[in-house]
């Protein structure tokens, strides 16, 4: 708990510093659009289960609305919605014509409040986000790849305990910005979930049980105001 507190408030401090250090804009710059591509996810467990890893898990699809709003030329506040899957894939037997996948799908809504740091020149740019974000389980999905296997009956398949959730998310992309058609922009994000789903330090759960994964975006943003 003291080790995500400590996450959270360095995030907080580096945006800050981030934000004295930069000179302001003229007018501020005020974006809207949207984003949407696949995600790969996996679940932290302690113990371990045994599951596939997340470059072999099922890639699920994910978007959102994005709002990004820009008082200083390399730091801007960015908040989204999103919709977004994390979950998991088990792995039981030991022999490949035998194995019997489990996979969990947990359905969120999610809310980032990233800082925005873009480099480069001005047409074709580089930019890191990082920042925290919150989100709620709205569905939940399970399946067996082989129903006629003898399914197990494990504490991970039962219903999560904590549907809010919530944690950090550090993003690495690009965008070109053009003079009348907007900015089009690639992302490869890492997430990470400090909240966990299932409840933690009783002896009948997970010591940890955190959603972690990796996505991949194609995105659109209007810029509304202009600086001439």
Same mark, same amino acid.
Request: charged content about 15%; some cysteine; overall charge positive.
């Given at each position: ?74 730091? !801007? ?40 740091? %873009?480099?480069?020149? #001005? ?44 944690? !950090? ?27 966990? !789903? ?8 997970? #010591? ?10 194609? %995105? ?5 105001? #202009?600086? #001439?």
């Amino acid at each position: 708990m003291i080790i995500r507190r400590y996450i959270l408030f360095a995030i907080l401090i580096l945006a800050g510093t981030v934000l004295m250090a930069q000179p302001r804009l003229d007018k501020p710059e005020i974006f809207l659009g949207v984003h949407g591509g696949v995600k790969a996810s996996t679940m932290l467990f302690s113990p371990s289960v045994k599951q596939l890893d997340i470059l072999h898990s099922s890639l699920t699809p994910n978007g959102g609305c994005v709002f990004r709003y820009a008082e200083h030329k390399v730091c !801007a506040l960015q908040v989204e919605c999103n919709y977004m899957q994390n979950g998991w894939a088990e792995v039981y037997g030991t022999e490949a014509s035998n194995q019997t996948i489990y996979t969990r799908k947990l359905h969120y809504i999610q809310v980032p409040f990233l800082m925005h740091l %873009g480099f480069g020149r #001005k047409g074709f740019r580089g930019f890191f986000n990082l920042g925290p974000q919150i989100g709620f389980c709205v569905a939940d999905q399970s399946y067996w790849s082989n129903t006629n296997a003898l399914q197990q009956n494990q504490l991970q398949h039962q219903p999560i305990d904590n549907k809010f959730d919530w944690g !950090a998310a550090a993003g690495l992309g690009c965008y070109y910005k053009s003079q009348k058609a907007g900015v089009f922009q690639l992302e490869a994000r890492f997430h990470f979930s400090l909240g966990g !789903a299932f409840d933690v330090g009783q002896l009948e759960h997970f #010591k940890m049980a955190n959603p972690m994964g990796i996505s991949l975006n194609l %995105g659109y943003l209007w810029e509304f105001k #202009k600086n #001439k």
